[in-house]
Every structure is written in structure tokens, then in C-alpha cells.
């Protein structure tokens, strides 16, 4: 559109050339189609003047010149690059990639490392570093990520691959981690604040955990602002995590997020609870249920929770996609019970056509309305 431009205008002639950032995206290629998509983007970026500071390629089920447009790319100074193939499973990433040496932020789908080059030095100045679907031996992701001094945000989402990986990169603030299975350990991460764990998919829950061990080291010194839990696996509690889990309190964290829980298993119900109880400081505290129509409802009251203890800290509750399950009545019942301070307990239920008939909903917001607060001021706020 830019080089159009140049038809009408006298200096977009020239402007389009040094343009900083460079998208060729699904659209485009669903327009200019397989016989002029490659020699049209070999243009662009043959003609180019100046630096580059973004590079962002959606990379079509044919045949493109991609390892000839990253070694040019990676002269122009360019700061961030997204790569995405959706099609190839095979696809190599071309080794000029590690050439790029300003990269602040990389961005990668569905590629095949091979062994990083030789005289790999690292990126000095990368910030982000995203991969999905990335196939890659633990040796080469070990050296890629501790060569990345000013990294900040890592996620990984179903990597392959990996068997014990260490994250060693102090200047880590923020780890996305989804459907990777692997034991994982953390050493020298002072400055993590945020994790964020989609443990949904353990294959092997046995011989796949969180190394708590090297954990331990880290936790005294970090100071936690936020942990996430998307979608805990059954099969993973079932295993004794949950006894491994808690053997220290994240006394510096202030918010707690557990996502999509079926809570009436016996094991994620105890998860649950422990996990509370780990969290002694937090302001914030927000859970989701998932409905599980084979899940069975007589639970039995929670032996572990200590009648003493106190959330003395905790504002703002929210719990969404309520099922009325006695599990979720029970571990709801608790929360008000130990939340001495709370202002605000916002929930709502699951779409009643999906899971519930209309009446029960009624009735289950009866049976909270009923439950007792320990705090004077907590207000219970339906969010219809």
C-alpha cells in the first residue's frame, strides 16, 4: 500500500523505501497470491533503506526465500521479529535469525532449532523471547536463554524437547509457561514477579513436576506480585504434588489466580486449599470453576484447614462460573470464613442453558447469601 502510495505522491516515491516496520501478513498473502508473494517481499526488502525496527512474516504452505530474507533482515538493525508458520511442521529456522544482534523482542511459531551457531554470543539486547511449538534440544535452549542478559519475559507454549531445563536468568520478570512437559528448576530469578503455569496436558505425571528443591531457594528472595494456575491436571495432583507444593508460604505475593478448576476432585479441592493457605499477604484473590458432569458433589469437609487461620490482608474476591456444587459451596464458605478484612466478593454462575437448570440458580444464590462473613464490611456483588 505504501509503494502505491508512490504513484500519487512525489515523496512517498522515495518514503516507502525506508519504512520501519514491515508486516506481510495471511492477508497479504491471500492477495497477491504463491506466484507474486515471494518476488514481491524480495523487492521490498532488497529496496529497502535504513534500519528496521519491526519484521513481522507470516510464512504461507509454499516454498518461500525465508533464509535469504532473515540474512538480509538481519542487517538493518531490526529490534523485533515474528516468525509464524502454521503449516510446516519440519521447518527449520534459518541460523541467520542469530545474526540479528539488536533483537529486543522474538517471536516464534512452529520452527525446528536445529544447534545454535558456534559463535553465537547470545542477544545482548533482547527483552522478550516467545516461542510456540519450537522443537529444540536442551542444550541449545539452555544457552539460548542465559545468553539473553536484559531478558525480561519468557513463555513457552508446547515445546518439545525439553526434559529438566533450568531457568537462570536474573533479570526474569515475567515466565508464561503452557503444555510443557518437563521437570523445571528455579535458580538466580531475584527479580520473577509474575508466573503464569498451564499444567493441563502432563503426559507422564509421574516422571513430570515443578522441582520444588530449587524452588525453595528462590522463593525466600523473591517477591512475588502475581501466580497464575490455568487448568491444574487431576492426573498431576494424583501424582503427590500436592504434598511437595507446600513445604514453605509465598509471603510476598499479593495476588493469587487459579483458572478453570473442577473442583469437586478430591485432590484439586485439597490443591485448592493449600494453596490459599500458602498465600497468607494476598489483596486479591480470583478463581474460575470448570463443569465436570461426572464430577461427584459429597465431598468431605477439608481436614487440613487450620481453624486459627486468617487472611488478615485480603479486599477483593472473585469467583466466577459457579456450578453449585457442594465443593465449590464449601471452599466459597471457607474464603468468607478467613477473610477478616474483605470489601468485595464478586462471583455469577455458569450459563444455566449449558449446565444448570434456570431454578438452581436461585437457590444457589440463596445458599450464599446465607453463608456467614468474618468480615462486617464484605458485600457479595453478583456480576450477571
Known sequence: ?????GVLSTKWKAHWLSLRHLRFDEA????????????IVSNILFHHKGPLQKFSLFIPPYSINLSQWLSFVSRTGVKNIFLFNWYDDDLVLPSHIFECKELMKLKLRRFVLNHLPRDF???ANLRSLELYYIECNLDDFGSLISNCPRLTLLRLENYIGLGHFIIDVPSLESLVIKHVFCYI??????????????????????????VYDSFQYCVAYLYF????????????LDAGAVVKWFPLAFNHMS?????????GRADVYHFVFHMVQSCPFIKELKISFWPDKAVINAVQQEH????????????KVKITEITGSLAELKFIEYVLAISVVLEKFFFNFIDSRNFRGANSEVQVLRDLLQLPRASPKAQLVWLK
Open 121 to 123: 554470543k547470545g542477544f
Open 304 to 315: 487440613d484447614c487450620d481453624g486459627n487461620y486468617k487472611l488478615a490482608h485480603l479486599l
Open 1 to 5: 500500500m505504501a509503494a502505491r502510495m
Open 225 to 236: 506480585n502475581l501466580i497464575c494456575f490455568f487448568r491444574l491436571s487431576c492426573k498431576f
Open 255 to 263: 495476588k493469587l489466580c487459579l483458572s478453570e478448576l473442577k473442583l
Open 28 to 39: 497479504f498473502w491471500d492477495e497477491v497470491g504463491e506466484d507474486k508473494g515471494s518476488s
Open 185 to 210: 528448576s528455579f535458580i538466580n530469578v531475584v527479580r520473577l514477579t509474575n508466573i503464569s503455569l498451564d499444567l493441563d496436558n502432563f503426559e507422564n505425571p509421574q516422571d513430570n513436576a515443578i
